[in-house]
């Protein structure tokens, strides 16, 4: 299938410089001396040692490390789908860690929003239901539905398949609806687990261009899990995870994406980790 590339239109540069002002000093993301066991007596894995980090509200932050390091373990820590053994987990300021069923149905509905490397839309739904029922879970005036789902898949360049079916779909354009359900409900975080892991070169560039907007122009906080050095390039920053454990950050600051990923290669050789050569 061949698939029509719309750029992502940008609306509000500087919103995330913006949304951090409007914060101060305060993170959106707070991840305070996590411990994450698993196993018993016999066979214990320490997933997670010690860790800790915040994200600043309108940051884009990669998460790499090599095969087993715990990135995926630390991702569902703040996704809530894990628990940490010991530490604190605050969302705005909110701990997390502690929150029981309904609460956490509730916060993961109205705080967060998901990318997952393999779409997971609803197969009977088309784009614009799958994006519309992120906000009518939420409980959205039916009037605001429609014009929500709209501007956001304008803003993300998918209005054109809003009728389809995610099957009628091509991958990429699967993952920018993923991504569009993602922010309509305007989260506080959104976590993205190798959200390009799936998808050729093409789609892959086109849906972290749509991520990289959807950060500088709507101002979205997002954790990402990666093992693609080329996907991290377009974030602001990386941190590295070895052993369960913070062991490096990169800022990617006023440099270059390209002059990013040259940075991010030298870690990630490093740490002995699977490097892609794309740039
Ligand atoms: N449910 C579980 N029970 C026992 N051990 C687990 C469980 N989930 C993960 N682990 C272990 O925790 C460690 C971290 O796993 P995790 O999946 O977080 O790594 P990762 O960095 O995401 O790896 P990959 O890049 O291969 O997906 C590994 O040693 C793994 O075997």
């Not at 993301?29 to 698993?38: A, C, H, P």
């Not at 790499?64 to 820590?77: A, W």
């Not at 069923?101 to 109205?110: E, G, N, P, T």
């Not at 086109?206 to 990666?226: D, P």
Request: with cysteine; hydrophobic share 40%.
């Amino acid at each position: 299938m061949t698939e029509v590339y719309a750029t992502p239109q940008p609306s509000a540069v500087g919103r995330a410089a913006a949304m951090q002002a409007a914060h101060g000093s305060e993170s959106m993301l707070s991840v305070r001396q996590i411990e994450k066991v698993y196993g018993n007596r016999d066979s214990i894995t320490h997933a997670l040692n010690n860790v800790s980090f915040d994200v600043m509200p309108g940051e884009f932050v990669g998460i790499m490390g090599p095969s087993g390091s715990g990135k995926t373990t630390l991702l569902n820590c703040v996704a809530t789908i894990d628990t940490v053994t010991s530490g604190h987990i605050l969302v705005d300021g909110r701990d997390i860690t502690g929150l029981r069923s309904r609460a956490l149905a509730k916060f993961r509905r109205d705080d967060l929003g998901f990318i997952f490397q393999d779409s997971n839309l609803l197969d009977t739904l088309t784009g614009f239901e799958n994006i519309a029922l992120a906000l009518t879970v939420k409980g959205e005036p039916t009037g605001q539905v429609k014009p929500k789902v709209d501007a956001i898949a304008a803003t993300l360049g998918v209005s054109e398949v809003l009728g389809k079916y995610p099957y009628q779909m091509s991958g990429g354009q699967r993952q920018r609806i993923a991504a569009a359900r993602a922010m309509v409900a305007d989260p506080k975080l959104v976590l993205a687990d190798e959200p390009t892991g799936a998808l050729d070169s093409r789609s892959a560039t086109v849906m972290l261009e749509t991520l990289s907007m959807m950060n500088a122009s709507l101002g979205a906080t997002i954790m990402m899990v990666t093992h693609d050095s080329y996907a991290a390039s377009f974030a602001n920053r990386i941190l590295f995870v070895k052993d369960g454990a913070v062991f490096n950050e990169i800022r990617k600051g006023d440099t270059s994406r390209k002059d990013f990923f040259a940075r991010i290669m030298e870690v990630v050789t490093f740490l002995g980790g699977d490097v892609r050569d794309a740039c």
